[in-house]
């Protein structure tokens, strides 16, 4: 069965750290992925997709996910969070034009 | 700027209301869906729309109906809200198979005491 998991539900990271929220997936294809950020009292952004080709993706605000067949991942990074980057994250799988979603991992920043 | 816009953000009804929740696109987007999340469970897909007048159940259609009069809007009927339809509902819109620009729209909070 398709399906995105998202073991984290919390993470807790210093601002100026860097951060890694992992995604694992369950598909019987070649994958297409997306992460989405949400802010308080927003709805959901795209920061970045992998649809093929180069496994490392670059996204906006600077994030970046690396996409592992063989490790069935799609973890997302940033080497230094902001205060900003406070906000839960979902990856998601395309499977025929619907996404499925992960639970989601919210991201809180200490001062 | 394009984007998909949600009627309230906020929303208290009681047991047993009829309750609409709108959606507004201005992209000329043929598909909109509704979606409903949960802390822990990310989104669910309650109802989604190919075109207008077309509808398709998700994966958690129970309770909930859908209305697709007009190309731009897309609305969620609660026919007898109850308290496990409390949750945070998102509407989304794309143009067919460009699931890259799933635009969403900010949510509403529903409340059912």
């Known amino acids: 069965a398709q399906s995105v998991t998202q073991p984290d539900i919390h993470i807790t990271v210093s601002e100026g750290a860097s951060l890694e929220l992992r995604c694992n997936y369950s598909?019987?294809?070649?994958?297409?992925l997306f992460w989405y950020v949400q802010s308080p009292g927003q709805g959901l952004q795209l920061l970045l997709k992998?649809?093929?080709?180069d496994t490392l993706v670059q996204g906006i605000k600077g994030f970046e996910a690396e996409f592992k067949r063989s490790q069935s991942s799609f973890n997302l990074r940033k080497p230094s969070v902001h205060w900003s980057d406070a906000a839960e994250y979902f990856c998601a799988l395309d499977s025929n034009y619907q996404l499925i979603w992960g639970a989601g991992t919210k991201l809180i920043i200490k001062p | 700027d394009v984007k998909v816009t949600q009627s309230s953000r906020y929303l208290v009804k009681r047991t047993g209301e009829k309750v609409f929740l709108e959606c507004v696109q201005d992209?000329?987007?043929?598909?909109m869906f509704w979606y409903r999340q949960d802390p822990g469970l990310g989104l669910r897909l309650i109802y989604f729309s190919y075109d207008v007048k077309m509808k398709e159940k998700g994966d958690i259609p129970e309770g909930y109906s859908v209305s697709r009069e007009k190309k731009e809007r897309f609305s969620l009927i609660l026919e007898s809200a109850s308290t496990n339809q409390t949750s945070m509902y998102l509407c989304a819109s794309r143009s067919p198979g460009a699931s890259e620009k799933l635009l969403f729209g900010s949510g509403t909070q529903l409340s059912v005491l």
């Open positions: 992998y649809f093929s080709g």
């Open positions: 992209m000329d987007h043929e598909n």
């Open positions: 598909y019987g294809a070649t994958p297409y």
